[in-house]
């Protein structure tokens, strides 16, 4: 069992920065990929950047540029640095974690709102 806990979110002006942190308890030597991923209003849930174990990363079109993820495997975090926020990147982002068993665990979400 993998437990989740984000936090970082808030309200933060359109061009604004906030970076997002995601601490992992439990089994986490077996954890391979972490992520981030969004859901806004309306919207269904989508993968904004993720990176393996190794260090590889990946980042959806719509954030490349400006978001960076990383991962400190020592503190057992993850963190999402968000610089140039646009209204659009308002959503609930919630961390997520695929182990070496192949399974998924949720956090349980943080709220960021872009708007002035």
């Known amino acids: 069992q993998v437990q989740l806990v984000e936090s970082g979110g808030g309200l933060v002006q359109p061009g604004g920065s906030l970076r997002l942190s995601c601490a992992a308890s439990?089994?986490?030597?077996?954890?391979?990929?972490m992520g981030w991923h969004r859901q806004a209003p309306g919207k269904e849930r989508e993968l904004v950047a993720a990176?393996?174990?190794?260090?590889?990363?990946y980042y959806a079109d719509s954030v490349k540029g400006r978001f960076t993820i990383s991962r400190d495997n020592a503190n057992n975090t993850l963190y999402l640095q968000m610089n140039s926020l646009k209204p659009e990147d308002t959503a609930v982002y919630y961390c997520?974690?695929?182990?070496?068993?192949?399974?998924?665990?949720w956090g349980k979400g943080t709220l960021v709102t872009v708007s002035s």
């Open positions: 439990g089994t986490i030597f077996s954890i391979n990929v």
């Open positions: 990176v393996s174990r190794g260090g590889s990363t």
């Open positions: 997520k974690c695929r182990t070496a068993y192949d399974m998924e665990y």
